[in-house]
């Protein structure tokens, strides 16, 4: 049992928290909910989180992204058969890009695209590791997606991301009626969409019909109530202060936390179009959802927020019934607002 002494010393460990005052909670166990929660995601709601830290160098960040991409790569050529999808890799105004084309497309989704950014504190699952997710919402959402395949830090730290992203959208909007295109991604794909849409706005460039930016990484300053609360209750982020503290710093390249292209929560919404967000009740960063589907509202947006149960940082996205469901809801919602 952990002495009252090591809880507050655990809080005080994370230094971008700034709250008035504090108060200690005991130490408990933590059931795997199981009533409203498929089989298959209570294997992954009560497994084990990852304890490895953050690496210390830009070389060790490069071999941490090699390890994890290795058996995404591996099971990609699966993944693709099972999704039924056909993946074409190409450029987009010089940007390396994958088209992602459902088997069953019906005509009246021939003349929409998606958009699609990866997540990986924008660090990690380059290539084709980074598509899995784009695949899920071709299959599901029976759309044509292209998955852009942004630079990372190290090697290429903001914005360079950011602006391959600004570069592909521009080059898609001369071909595409943006009115029939929406912009998605997950954790750090959807702070790229965020970020995309607040360039957009600053560069004078149409604006898609929809976005979904997924438990986005909205805030980079882990400021939000739920990187407290869910704190070692995630397991698959764990905590800020184990890996996510370093790759914010290590993506900023010295910009500061709060430049609303770095953390686009600290930006101006306004005008922004309808979004559906995607968290979980044990989310580290359900915070940056509640706080984004909040300010969406108060600057007069459209915007949905789902919740689903038991589930840690993205893990709609594991192979579960959860999956497709969070997947057809996006595909419904774009459904919605998107012309034809």
């Excluded at 992602?100 to 950014?117: A, D, G, M, V, Y």
């Excluded at 969070?326 to 774009?334: L, M």
Aim: charge should be neutral; aromatic fraction near 8%.
């Amino acid at each position: 049992m952990k002495s009252r002494a090591w809880w507050i010393a655990m809080l005080a460990m994370v230094p971008t928290l700034a709250f008035s005052q504090t108060r200690t909670v005991p130490e408990r166990t933590l059931g795997v909910p199981h009533e409203l929660v498929s089989p298959e995601l209570q294997k992954v709601i009560g497994a084990a989180p990852p304890t490895a830290g953050a690496p210390t160098t830009n070389e060790e960040w490069i071999t941490r992204r090699n390890d994890m991409a290795e058996p995404l790569i591996k099971n990609y050529q699966v993944n693709r058969e099972r999704l039924s999808v056909e993946v074409e890799k190409t450029t987009i105004a010089g940007v390396n890009c994958f088209v992602i084309t459902p088997h069953n497309l019906p005509q009246q989704n021939q003349n929409r695209l998606l958009i699609h950014f990866h997540g990986g504190y924008y660090i990690f699952f380059s290539g084709e590791s980074g598509i899995r997710e784009g695949m899920l919402m071709a299959s599901y959402g029976h759309m044509k997606v292209i998955s852009v395949d942004y630079r990372l830090a190290p090697e290429h730290p903001f914005p360079a991301g950011q602006d391959d992203a600004v570069a592909v959208w521009k080059a898609v909007v001369q071909t595409n009626k943006p009115q029939n295109m929406a912009v998605f991604g997950t954790s750090a794909g959807g702070g790229m969409t965020l970020g995309l849409m607040l360039r957009a706005k600053q560069e004078g460039l149409p604006l898609p019909a929809a976005i979904a930016p997924g438990t986005p990484a909205s805030d980079l300053t882990g400021s939000g109530d739920s990187y407290q609360t869910n704190k070692y209750v995630d397991n698959s982020l764990v905590s800020y202060d184990r890996l996510g503290a370093a790759a914010a710093k290590l993506y900023a390249n010295g910009h500061d936390l709060k430049e609303p292209l770095v953390s686009p929560i600290f930006g101006d919404f306004t005008g922004l179009p309808p979004a559906i967000i995607l968290t979980g009740t044990r989310d580290l960063q359900l915070s940056d959802a509640v706080n984004l589907h909040r300010k969406l509202l108060r600057s007069g947006g459209v915007a949905e927020l789902h919740v689903f149960e038991g589930q840690s940082h993205a893990q709609y996205l594991a192979n579960a019934p959860e999956t497709r469901e969070a997947f057809e809801q996006i595909a419904a919602f774009f459904d919605h607002h998107l012309g034809r």
